[in-house]
């Protein structure tokens, strides 16, 4: 974490947890820090490969340091909870518990509610440093060129102070109920809204592989045009 304080507490929890991994991170943690942001997603992606050997004691200690690590300054952001999601699936698998979500919807028409607060979350991932206004009109435009996109779906965009993660999170659990198709074109939409002003940023490119995922669709990136 970038906040000091939370970074202490996420060290004190890793060593009082294993005092030799403690060290590990300590010795990696200069190098993943220095990475450039849209390198530490797929980073994260290899290092869960190995989760599938890990023993059901290692698996529970796993989710507790992790759980402890985003909830040290005290706060979830949407992307964290992404995270959480993949690295709790893949811990569910290795310990045998795979779900598989029944399709309900085969159409969009019915969920212009979640599609609104997915969307609204990938607009507002790409918004610049400005003030909270000009933050609010570009998250809007970016959301727009997703409306256009979905235009036989109930879209209205949703200013953050109206979509917290508790409503990101059952939307996610709804829209990962669509058919493979619906996924596919609701991807697209999150894509459109990425792209609307002609560049990726890694915060972006990241959240939008991370929701694909969290969907069940693998493999998905976006690219700005002319890139």
């Known amino acids: 974490d970038a906040d000091r304080a939370a ?30 942001e849209d390198l530490r997603l ?19 200690s796993l989710r507790r340091l992790v759980d402890g690590f985003i909830k040290a300054d005290d706060s979830v952001s949407v992307f964290e909870w992404v995270l959480r999601r993949l690295l709790n699936r893949r811990l569910d698998a290795a310990e045998g518990r795979v779900q598989i979500s029944r399709v309900r919807y085969y159409a969009l028409g019915q969920l212009g509610e ?46 953050a102070s109206d979509s917290g993660l508790r409503a990101f999170a059952s939307a996610i659990d ?37 929701v694909a995922e969290s969907l069940r669709v693998g493999g998905a990136v976006v690219v700005a045009a002319g890139k």
């Not at 060290?11 to 993943?32: I, K, N, Q, W, Y």
Request: with cysteine.
């Open 114 to 159: 979640e599609c609104s607060v997915l969307l609204s979350a990938i607009a507002r991932a790409g918004a610049g440093d400005g003030t909270p206004e000009s933050q609010e009109a570009e998250a809007s435009a970016a959301f727009g060129a997703a409306d256009r996109l979905l235009s036989s779906v109930d879209l209205n965009y949703k200013p």
């Open 7 to 36: 970074r202490t507490k996420q060290s004190t929890l890793l060593r009082e947890a294993d005092p030799g991994m403690f060290r590990m991170v300590a010795r990696l943690a200069p190098s993943v820090q220095s990475l450039d």
């Open 42 to 60: 797929p980073l994260l992606e290899q290092a869960m490969q190995p989760i599938a050997s890990l023993s059901p004691p290692q698996v529970e």
């Open 174 to 210: 709804t829209l990962d109920t669509t058919s493979a198709m619906v996924k596919k074109q609701l991807l697209e939409a999150c894509a459109a809204a990425v792209v609307h002003d002609g560049k990726v940023t890694p915060r972006e490119a990241g959240l939008f592989r991370a």
